[in-house]
């Protein structure tokens, strides 16, 4: 995989992530360029979030809006999406087909989607790279690295 055009300017997100999982970031966007032009024509997608603090990741938990208070986002190795309407609106129902198709080709870059929320329901913008890793062991590691600081 190459760092070739990127079809979306979220370079600063981009370096949010962890190089592996920006590599798979920058792969999946090149390859949703021509695919929702294809199938979703006047529909494009933009990366919204990648690194998240502990804070912004509490609150979320907090608002609803997550089922974790420390999850893939806040090791760099999760990102979300949004599908933009031809009007430039920011289509909000995750039910949309446009999530699960651009979702879904982030298979083939080794990345894990859907995740399904406590709820049931898929988180339909959010995208994780983490191979052969478990949440509870990369936060066992990042505790171990922390208390090594102190
Ligand atoms: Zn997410």
Redesign the pocket.
Known sequence: MTETVLAIPAIQLLNGLQPEARKRAIAWSNACVPFINANFPGLTFRIT?TRRTSAEQVALNTGGLSDLTLGW?NFGL???FAIIDASGHYITDGSHPAYAALGNISLQFGCHYPIIMKSGRP?S??IEFHPGVTLSEIIHVSNIIDELRT
């Open positions: 979030n986002h999760a990102w979300d988180d913008d959010h």
